[in-house]
């Protein structure tokens, strides 16, 4: 079997339920249209939690954080776990990461032969959570509302020069890697940070959803009392009462959001452009980290199993699988076993380190009988979350809180909590001991809560006295680079150049 080329794009914090089908119709987004009209296109995929550093190593690991030991945005991804990364460079590809990961710890490789920028967040254990203190905002890097009644008009910020240089380095990886002077078949990952809030877009995106019919949620502001516990603990988090929040502020957010759709839709579009244009073939993937709530029942962000913060956007562009729909559950720990399938490493070879399922088959016809697994373990909870989607039932539990039973069929928003309907009793004990078989919660919470003391331990005795920082630093040799007095001219341009001069 011949390895194909491997172009993944993740994005930060995309709502699935934006792409019930590819790209909704009435988004701006015409590169993943493109994409998506050529692709397996996965319905009802999921997070492995619902928040960046426990979703991405999920995501590269194939492992729930419980398995993976990332838990929140500032746990440890141990160097001894296997990723995609680390699999397919054993099984001979050149493997390049442009972009966020959100890796936390010294390793900020994990399996990638190249890196070609630093990342966006911090690599240390600052952001640690502590369920000693249960209720406590940490306020210097806990979101808050200011996202929302600050969102509108910019030309640039912090984000989209991230964003920008991302795309700029995998476009011109792009090209380089077309020169040819590695014979291995790559994989390319180039990971965004929008649509993530703040809510911030440039005029000529912000411009293409004056007229958009999709401004306001679907379901209005609920009255914090008619919460369920855990979003209770989420709009504690997000310091929601000391902001007013307007309708004006919403639709202001949610157009900024669409419009940084489409400002990810055009940096897609070059990097594809650039494969297209030197004529590489490659199978491409399209997936995002978690969602974003975007003012559902005046939910924002995500740290929920609700549908608009765990569900993400996925598909899969490779010959061997079907355009076309699957609507059975998924998640995103099957990208690791599905690439590995994609390029001939054998599943029983990868078995023993990931919890997930290749979807290869599932583009080829295939039925999924599992249940997909969810799990929450960091700000705005007070123990670990965990959940199940089985059909179209989602099952959530915690020790804190009553358990939740939605039939997503018949109720698509979740308004209606069946965990104590009677109706419903078999279905929620089938649930219910499936979830118990999987996950013990006190030894989770035990888990947790261990690792939370020690990282606050190392975190202060680190930055007490001299500090070396883990952030990655990309490393650029100039000697090297364009032309130098140790290089053949005539050699030089002739290698530098696709299509090669005669």
Not at 306 to 318: A, H, K, Q, Y
Not at 489 to 499: A, I, T
Request: with cysteine.
């Amino acid at each position: 079997m011949s390895q194909p080329n491997i172009l993944i794009f993740m994005v930060d914090q995309l709502n699935g339920t934006f792409f019930p089908d590819g790209p909704a119709e009435w988004l701006h987004a015409p590169n993943l249209k493109k994409l998506a009209a050529k692709s397996t296109r996965f319905q009802n995929s999921y997070t492995a939690s619902p928040l960046c550093a426990p979703g991405r190593a999920s995501f590269m690991s194939g492992l729930l954080p419980s398995k993976s030991r990332v838990y929140d945005n500032a746990a440890e991804f141990a160097s001894d776990i296997p990723t995609y990364a680390h699999h397919l460079r054993r099984a001979g590809y050149q493997t390049c990461l442009s972009g966020k990961m959100h890796f936390v710890g010294p390793d900020q490789m994990h399996g990638f032969e190249e890196r070609l920028t630093t990342d966006i967040y911090p690599a240390d254990f600052g952001w640690t959570p502590d369920y000693r203190k249960p209720g406590e905002r940490i306020d210097w890097w806990y979101h808050n509302m200011g996202s929302v009644t600050g969102a509108g008009v910019a030309e640039i910020s912090n984000q989209m020069e991230y964003d920008d240089e991302v795309a700029y380095n995998a476009t011109r990886k792009v090209y380089d890697l077309a020169r040819g002077t590695d014979d291995r078949p790559w994989c390319l990952t180039v990971s965004f940070t929008h649509p993530h809030d703040p809510y911030v877009a440039r005029k000529k995106y912000w411009d293409l959803y004056e007229d958009c019919e999709h401004l306001m949620p679907t379901i209005p502001t609920m009255e914090y009392d008619d919460h369920d516990t855990h979003s209770k603990r989420i709009f504690d988090a997000n310091n929601w009462r000391d902001f007013d929040i307007k309708d004006e502020d919403i639709q202001k957010s949610r157009r900024a959001y669409f419009a940084n759709i489409s400002y990810l839709d055009d940096k897609i579009g070059e990097v594809m452009e650039a494969l297209k244009s030197t004529r590489q073939d490659a199978t491409v993937l399209f997936v995002s980290d978690h969602g974003d709530m975007l003012g559902e029942r005046g939910l924002w962000f995500k740290m929920s199993f609700l549908e608009g913060s765990s569900r993400v956007p996925l598909m899969i562009c490779d010959p061997s699988m079907e355009p076309g729909l699957v609507t059975a559950p998924v998640s995103n720990i099957d990208v690791t076993p599905t690439l590995c399938d994609l390029a001939g490493v054998s599943i029983d070879e990868i078995a023993p380190w990931v919890e997930g399922e290749s979807l290869v088959h599932l583009g080829q016809g295939g039925e999924r009988t599992s249940p997909v697994a969810m799990e929450y373990a960091a700000e705005a909870s007070y123990a670990p979350m965990v959940s199940l989607r089985y059909g179209p039932w989602k099952y959530n539990r915690c020790a804190l809180d009553d358990d939740q039973l939605f039939n997503l069929d018949a109720d698509p928003h979740e308004l209606t909590n069946l965990a104590n309907v009677p109706a419903h009793k078999g279905t929620l004990d089938q649930l219910r001991a499936k979830s118990q078989a999987r996950w013990d919660l006190d030894a989770f919470d035990n888990q947790v809560r261990e690792s939370q003391a020690r990282r606050w331990v190392v975190y202060e005795a680190l930055r007490n006295g001299n500090y070396f920082p883990w952030d990655y630093q990309p490393l650029q040799d100039a000697s090297e680079r364009y032309m130098r007095n140790h290089m053949n001219l005539d050699n030089l341009e002739g290698e530098k150049r696709f299509p090669r001069g005669e």
